[in-house]
């Protein structure tokens, strides 16, 4: 549940960034990570925190942001020209006018930070702190701002490009979000100059400005990974995968070879459920105990149920429900559609908008043709049917519980309970022609 704080949270978040190195048509920070764009990512953090009032700062692309941000609540405002961070901040000011509370400053292209980290800075701006910096200790600290502190007071603040060699030999550095009071950030913000080796106002001076001593605390440097490339973005998605896999193991997940799986941002699964090598989920799955994923799956959007095996080389698509103990062979797909208890599709086939009962067997080829071109329409099977191989079912159709379809079928109406629907044309035989055939074609090719 949200928390509630004594006193009301907004958040900023700075993505005016031109992503120039990320070599896309699509703003930085929609791109995806674990199967959801990184700044929602971020928004769902902030919104454990039940904040009332968040601000994104954009350059340009700030129709993609609006859009992809539509139900969040969030409002967009536009820096420009991108004169630093300080100003980045300001432009923020008009959006919460009369906001009274405390402030959390937060990146697009910082994604992971978690409620509880944003909670942690909001409890420790209390009192006589002027504001509260997050710091990290990177393996390699680069080309990070400093912060200089002693027992977690801040006693200066520093980028690297103005940092002296001392400096620059300090650890703990500063990853940008802040936390502090609307009432000091934006005097302070007003008060900040330009006097640096980029020209650029830059957000940490406020903490220099401000009158009340300003602390800093600490998180794992995996947390405030910033992303500005598309190997950066690999290279986060690596890790959060790694993170995921482990936390799935810790549960009762087996993976056989955890490096070839790989989650989503909301997958959920079961204890006591197999993965085998190669497997991707994609948004929107759920796997209940005891299920078993053979090797070679892709699965998005579906419900598995107690028990149920898919696989190997099967793809389920949304809308797919799987019922306990039913079947999903190899060379299968299935989108839309609901295979009740113990029902089975065990090789080569494709289910779509489809209805399929308990213990039904779907035989091999078999195909619902659910699309003609311009409409879907759904095909309804009853419970104890028997489909056999190489059958087309033309949608709309039903067939009853206990119903045969025998082999190479193209079903086109409605079925009655325990009845056989066959639809085979006669074959018709000419004794000795292939032997003929097959002399004409010898001569003719020796001629």
Not at 24 to 41: E, N, Q
Not at 273 to 293: D, K
Not at 382 to 390: D, E, V
Request: charged letters at 20%; one cysteine or more; proline letters at 5%.
């Amino acid at each position: 549940m949200p928390d509630t704080f004594p006193r009301p949270v907004a958040a900023i978040i700075l993505a005016a960034g031109q992503g120039t190195r990320m070599k896309s048509t699509l703003h930085k920070v929609l791109h995806p990570l674990a199967g959801r764009p990184m700044l929602l990512h971020l928004l769902a953090s902030v919104d454990g925190l039940a904040p009332a009032a968040k601000v994104i700062v954009v350059g340009a692309g700030r129709e993609q942001v609006e859009a992809a941000v539509i139900r969040s609540g969030a409002g967009v405002v536009v820096q420009q020209p991108q004169l630093g961070t300080a100003h980045a901040v300001q432009q923020a000011e008009s959006a919460l006018a009369g906001f009274d509370g405390d402030i959390l400053i937060l990146y697009g292209d910082v994604p992971l930070v978690e409620t509880a980290t944003m909670r942690r800075m909001l409890d420790a701006l209390t009192g006589d702190v002027g504001a509260v910096v997050l710091g990290f200790r990177p393996v390699d600290p680069a080309a990070y701002g400093r912060i200089l502190a002693h027992d977690g007071i801040i006693e200066r603040m520093v980028e690297y490009k103005d940092a002296s060699e001392a400096e620059r030999a300090v650890t703990l550095c500063n990853s940008g979000l802040l936390a502090i009071r609307a009432a000091d950030l934006w005097p302070l913000l007003a008060r900040v100059g330009n006097d640096n080796a980029a020209g650029e106002y830059y957000l940490p001076d406020i903490v220099g400005l401000a009158s009340s001593a300003s602390r800093v605390i600490e998180t794992d440097a995996a947390e405030v990974a910033g992303i500005n490339s598309r190997a950066e973005l690999a290279a986060v998605e690596g890790a959060w995968q790694a993170r995921r896999r482990a936390a799935m193991m810790t549960a009762g997940v087996s993976l056989i070879a955890p490096e070839t799986v790989w989650f989503s941002y909301d997958t959920t699964i079961a204890s006591d459920v197999s993965i085998e090598p190669n497997v991707w989920f994609g948004p929107g799955v759920s796997v209940a105990t005891g299920a078993r994923i053979r090797a070679n799956c892709h699965i998005e959007g579906a419900v598995i149920g107690e028990k149920v095996e898919v696989g190997p080389f099967a793809r389920l698509r949304p809308g797919t429900v799987l019922d306990a103990r039913s079947k999903v062979g190899n060379f299968v797909e299935i989108k839309n559609a609901h295979l009740d208890v113990r029902a089975k599709v065990n090789h080569l086939s494709y289910i779509g908008d489809a209805e399929i009962g308990a213990d039904t067997n779907i035989g091999a080829g078999t195909i619902t043709c659910n699309y003609d071109g311009f409409f879907k329409y759904r095909t309804n099977i009853g419970a104890g049917a028997f489909i056999g191989s190489n059958s087309a079912l033309v949608a709309p159709v039903t067939i009853g519980a206990g119903a045969i379809v025998a082999a190479g079928t193209v079903l086109t109406s409605d079925v009655e309970p325990d009845a056989l629907a066959l639809a085979r044309p006669q074959a018709t035989r000419k004794p000795g022609w292939a032997a003929r055939f097959r002399s004409a074609m010898i001569a003719r090719k020796t001629s």
